[in-house]
């Protein structure tokens, strides 16, 4: 196994994990750029002993770079290491961003490194309970066939599986995980705060079964795992739904209207909804989208 003296540009939750992860691997992490506290603070954490510097000398401190910046800045980066010349012929250049794929990468490659592209696929703390989540975590690489080996190499270390996605698909397989897992997030706390409202003392440990269940179902059988009013046909439910999240959530009115018409649109495709209940159900929900954009107005 090739092992490589790693550099960091972003220390952030992604970054510094998986730093310490390859670090445990056998692989040494020679230093690791941070400008914020909390990224300094995770440095001292997870990579003790790990030298803090500027990018460019990361860059050069290492053969073997690993960009961890937002999204946003990963272009910028990139340019200006290249520019600078900290980025070097021969030298692995790893960015762990879900939208971006190898294009973003090119300043690097022009200068001769080797470039990929490796997502993971989870949510991070930045903080070390991350390091045994790693395990079995799907990776979306991408990289040219000359690298895929190396992209292997590198997820297995850190205990993943390689999932290799399409350089013209990576958006494409970035909104499918933000979808998921950060529109999960505000629904449930969206759900959360409709429970309070109804008088729940700890709505989360409410949720929890429903939720570990639905979600479980959902991953197993898709449309299939779908239950509740919407498939029911229960207008009358909804309608009181609407009217209750109006009068005491109201902020959650919109994307429960949102979800309910997807949801509905899922019920008909499949046949689980007659047409003439579906149209009735719409005609609920036509009504409560005037209702929320209203209660948008006056916010």
């Not at 196994?1 to 550099?7: C, D, N, Q």
């Not at 989870?122 to 799907?138: S, Y």
């Not at 003439?276 to 609920?284: D, G």
Request: charged share 20%; glycine share 8%.
């Amino acid at each position: 196994m090739t092992k490589y003296h790693i550099g960091v540009v972003g220390a952030g939750r992604v970054g510094a994990v998986l730093a310490a992860a390859l670090r445990a691997a056998g692989h040494e992490v020679v230093a690791a750029a941070g400008e914020s506290d909390a990224s300094r603070g995770r440095i001292e954490a997870l990579l003790p002993g790990v030298e803090v510097a500027k990018p460019t000398d990361v860059a050069r401190a290492c053969d073997l770079l690993l960009l961890t910046v937002p999204d946003d800045m990963l272009s910028n980066v990139v340019t200006m290491l290249s520019a600078a010349g900290a980025i070097r012929e021969g030298q692995v250049v790893v960015h762990t961003s879900g939208r971006h794929g190898l294009a973003v990468l090119e300043p690097a490659r022009e200068v001769g490194a080797r470039t990929v592209a490796m997502h993971p696929a989870m949510t991070f703390t930045g903080t070390e309970v991350d390091l045994p989540r790693l395990a079995g975590c799907v990776f979306g690489v991408t990289a040219d066939e000359a690298d895929r080996a190396l992209a292997e190499s590198l997820v297995a270390d850190l205990g993943g599986r390689a999932m290799w996605v399409p350089e013209d698909r990576r958006t494409l397989y970035h909104a499918g995980l933000a979808h998921g897992a950060n529109h999960l997030v505000t629904l449930v706390s969206e759900a959360m705060e409709i429970l309070s409202a109804a008088g729940a003392e700890d709505p989360a440990a409410t949720l929890r079964p429903l939720l570990t269940a639905a979600l479980d179902n959902a991953l197993e059988h898709g449309d299939a795992a779908l239950t509740g009013p919407i498939v029911r046909g229960d207008v009358e439910t909804v309608r009181s739904h609407v009217a209750d999240l109006v009068a005491n959530a109201p902020q959650t009115l919109p994307s429960y209207v949102t979800m309910a018409r997807a949801t509905l649109d899922r019920a008909v495709t499949d046949g689980r909804l007659l047409p003439i209940r579906a149209s009735k159900m719409l005609q609920v929900l036509a009504a409560a989208e005037s209702l929320a954009g209203v209660e948008d107005v006056a916010r």
